[in-house]
């Protein structure tokens, strides 16, 4: 098997292909690759070596990929994506009144924000677990997507439960309100279509240049309680949740992690993609308790991540924030089976305590790319490749999933640094 060295970047396309997804594969079911391998999250990084607007960077989809293959060669990582979400169209088609993109609410320099509402109120609990997909076509889709609004009007979704006779409430499914909701819906759905297709032919286009799918590429779940908190109660909602309704969460959490299992399950078999990316947002250091967190986030939580990988679906969980005091409990997972992307937890603490439970990526601190020296990033790199990347199960990244305000010259050293001090 070929290895890293300086002549690489020189062999085919082909052999590059196989020699990063080989190094990334190796460090994700905690083998000893032949180096350690380095992901680049490039995101708004793109605008700023394209001299583009973020907004162009989410709306011109072709620009954004000549960028990205751009920062491809230049850089040489072993794995390289830009913005999510990328294509803004469904968004701005439907109204979501829960983002906000470059360009249309902000300036268009201002990343993407979400924009985090009481979207459920405490007093819809009761009909959210008599009927979570009814309360949710009829009740939260008109409040969060304007263009939806007429979908309150839909008839309740058990009327179809009588077969033929169902019929008899279609009428009120061309009122011209909810007809023109309908119609708008297609044409969301439509965009998903082709951004699908484009990502596809996206993909293609840089595996031909030698670089695999990012390892993020796959379904997208949140942590039970994190989908109650983000775009359902709010962070305010549900904090009080957990002492006011402390067993209605729990249950609406039970039945939010059962269809997020079955859509995940379903897309991998439908696919043949078999990982899941979540993003936790709650669970970290100082959001709650170790009481809390043991009650209400993690055995929720666990229990996705085992149910996914008894199906052989592996999941990439981006622990957000600092998770220092519950590393513990993430030691409890199977070996070898799960990733863990680290934001802000002491990395050298992480490869200690669960270096031998699962593949570790991140360790370089963003604010280095933006302000440090070469010094500095050359020593952070070889201290990193040393020490977390000891004998593999490692994958050089940033902290944060976006590199925006990264100085090309220190990116370029700490791709350089990386193959030189990562070499097994």
């Known amino acids: 098997m070929a290895t890293w060295n300086r002549s690489t970047t020189q062999q085919n396309p082909e052999q590059l292909l196989a020699i990063r997804s080989k190094a990334l594969q190796d460090a994700m079911h905690l083998r000893q690759p032949e180096y350690i391998p380095i992901m680049m999250p490039a995101s708004y990084m793109l605008a700023e ?105 839909i008839p309740p979704l058990g009327l179809f439960l009588s077969g033929g006779y169902s019929t008899f409430s279609f009428a009120s499914l061309a009122m011209p309100p909810l007809a023109s909701a309908f119609q708008t819906f297609a044409k969301a759905i439509q965009t998903v279509v082709e951004s699908t297709e484009v990502t596809m032919k996206n993909s293609s286009r840089l595996a031909a240049l030698g670089f695999p799918a990012s390892i993020i590429a796959g379904s997208m779940l949140e942590a039970p309680f994190d989908m109650m908190g983000d775009t359902l109660r709010g962070m305010r909602g549900i904090m009080l949740d957990m002492i006011q309704r402390p067993d209605k969460l729990l249950a609406a959490e039970e039945k939010v992690s059962r269809f997020q299992l079955e859509y995940a399950i379903s897309f991998a078999k439908a696919t043949g993609m ?47 924030g600092t998770w220092d005091q519950r590393l513990r409990h993430l030691a409890e997972l199977p070996k070898g089976k799960t ?60 902290g944060v999933g976006e590199m925006s305000g990264s100085v090309p010259e220190l990116v370029k050293t700490w791709v350089e640094a990386t193959r030189e001090f990562g070499a097994y």
């Not at 009650?295 to 990439?316: A, R």
């Not at 280095?368 to 990193?384: C, N, S």
């Open 49 to 153: 070596i394209g001299r583009v607007t973020k907004q162009e960077l989410h709306e011109n989809q072709e620009k954004a990929q000549d960028l990205l293959e751009k920062a491809a060669l230049e850089y040489q990582p072993d794995s390289i994506f830009g913005t999510i979400p990328g294509d803004p169209r469904p968004f701005l088609i439907l109204g979501d009144r829960t983002t906000v993109f470059p360009g249309h609410g902000v300036d268009p320099n201002v990343q993407y924000q979400f924009v985090e509402r009481e979207y459920m109120k405490a007093d819809d609990y009761e009909a959210f677990l008599e009927d979570p997909a009814d309360w949710a076509i009829r009740v939260y889709v008109p409040r969060v997507f304007k263009a939806l609004e007429a979908f309150a009007m």
């Open 274 to 320: 078999n990982r899941s990316f979540i993003p936790l947002h709650r669970g970290s250091d100082g959001f709650m308790s170790i009481k809390q967190f043991e009650k209400f986030y993690w055995p929720q939580l666990k229990h996705m991540l085992l149910t996914l990988v008894d199906n052989g679906i592996m999941p990439i969980v981006f622990y957000e």
């Open 339 to 398: 990733v863990g992307w680290f934001q802000s937890s002491d990395i050298y603490k992480v490869k200690e305590i669960i270096g031998d439970t699962m593949c570790i990526v991140g360790g370089m601190p963003n604010s280095l790319l933006k302000a440090g020296t070469v010094t500095q990033v050359r020593e952070t790199t070889k201290k990193l490749c040393q020490v977390v990347g000891k004998n593999g199960g490692f994958i050089m990244s940033t």
